[in-house]
Structures are given as C-alpha cells and as structure tokens.
C-alpha cells in the first residue's frame, strides 16, 4: 500500500522540541486517530487499511508518530509515556475535529486511555471531545505490569544503577532500549488501582495465544472500566499483532459500528 509523506508539527519546548510527522485523510464524520504501539509506527498494516477504509468511506483520519518513532523527529531513548502523551495530545488538538474515535494498538491503548482522561477535564464533556475507544491488545501501564515486575533482580539493578537495558525482541534485530526514565515515568501515568472512566463505549480486541500482552490483562482493563460501556472481543488463535486479514476485517467493523453510533 503506498505510504504518503507527512506533514510535520513541532512540540516542546527550546532544546526539547521535536517535529512529530501526521498523516491526515481528510473527511467527515467523527475524527478517526491511531495510535501506534511501543517502537512501532503509523504505516503498520493495521493502521494503513484502517486508512484505506476511511478515505473510502469519506472519513477523516489521523495517524501519527511518535518522537523516535517512524518519521517523527527526536530520540527514541528520551521516550516516556509523558512525553509521547503530551504529542498524541498536540495531534489531536491540531487535527481532529470533535467528538473523535481513537484506535489505539498496544501501548497506543495506554495512550488513548491516558489522553481520553486529559480531554474529559478540559472539555468536561460538551462538546464530547471522545465518542469511542478500540483498543488493540491495550498494554495498560506496561511498563510497570509488562516490564519492571517480569524482570529479574539483576535486571531491574542495572535499570536503576546504569540508567538502561537492552531488551531482546522478536519484532526487531536491534534490542529495545529500556530506560530507567520510562519506567520512572510511566509510575506517574499508572491506571490500575482505581475505576477507569473515559465517558464512551470501549471496544476491546485482544488474541488469546498473544505473549507480550497476555489476554487475562485485557479482562483487568476490563474490570477496571466498571462505568463505560465495554466490549471484549477474544480471538482464540490471535497473536499480538492481530494484522491478519481477517483481524483487520474485525478491527473495521468494529469501528463502523462506533462510527454508526456517533451523532455528528
């Protein structure tokens, strides 16, 4: 599928500013937003058909990346879920029209929760700033959950004594850079613990046989989000990518449903 080339927002500040690169397909309707997964970026196959069945349908979208991430500028090393939450939230105040629907895979779900929360108390829900959530194997508060608590002592040490460690990773040669400012970082943005309310319906697609975010972490989601309207959709054989044809097919249809819903 062709990759078109973006157009590039600048946020931060002085020495931190970087130039965050968006894709938007102009439409009506509710505003669709994606947001990318841990080291992946807006061209995944998931994110590009999504796209493709928007413009199709006359539908707005928004893709992004996220600093060190894709096209986007600025190191990847200087991630936090702060810093790439205070992008995903300039994107969607420079792009979206009101209300949206955010898809968000992965740590995009974390991300979209984690925005959802910012834009119920400054918009307080008039007009509604958000209409709907899908959430793609949603790694909520991964950090902590996914990373810190499954490393070993020694691990965990070098984090916090030499600031870093290279996590090995199927969906790359290089390992991922764990720092110790992510982890450090995403204990300030944590949602488990307390009720989740993001004032829409969620919709919840998660792979059983997934093992980077394992399935029974989606029902913790779930039952942390005791107020909305949530729907948990299990596929017994799919993995963590869930980019199948017939996941995508899923993840579509889902939306349209959200999008039928919306009165715009």
């Known amino acids: 599928m062709e990759q078109r080339e973006p157009q590039f927002i600048e946020v931060g500040d002085d020495d931190d500013k970087r ?56 190191s990847f090393e200087k991630g936090t879920i702060s810093r790439w939450l205070e992008e995903a939230h300039a994107v969607f105040e420079a792009f979206c029209s009101r209300p949206a629907i955010f898809v968000g895979s992965s ?57 870093a460690f290279l996590r090995p990773s199927e969906y790359a040669e290089e390992p991922y850079v764990i720092t110790r400012a992510l982890i450090e970082d995403g204990r300030r943005n944590l949602l488990f613990g307390a009720p989740i309310e993001t004032g829409c319906p969620v919709h919840i697609l998660q792979g059983v046989h997934d093992t980077d975010v394992p399935w029974n972490h989606a029902l ?15 596929i017994k054989d799919g993995d963590h990518r869930l980019s199948r044809e017939e996941d995508i097919e899923k993840m579509v249809n889902i939306v349209a449903d959200l999008v039928n819903r919306v009165d715009y």
């Open 19 to 74: 130039a965050i690169a968006v894709v938007e397909t102009e439409g009506e309707g509710p505003s669709l937003m994606w947001f990318p997964g841990f080291k992946s970026d807006m061209n995944g196959s998931k994110a590009q058909m999504l796209d493709h069945w928007a413009g199709e349908n006359g539908l707005s979208m928004v893709r992004f990346d996220y600093s060190g991430h894709g096209r986007s500028g600025g």
């Open 107 to 163: 740590m995009g779900g974390w991300i979209a929760l984690l925005l959802t929360r910012i834009l119920m108390a400054k918009y307080q829900g008039n007009p509604t700033a958000v209409a709907g959530l899908v959430l793609i194997a949603p790694a909520t508060d991964f950090t902590e959950d996914l990373m810190w608590n499954t490393f070993s002592p020694k691990v965990q040490q070098q984090i916090m004594q030499k600031g």
């Open 220 to 234: 913790k989601l779930v039952t942390a989000l005791a107020q909305d309207d949530v729907v948990l959709t299990l």
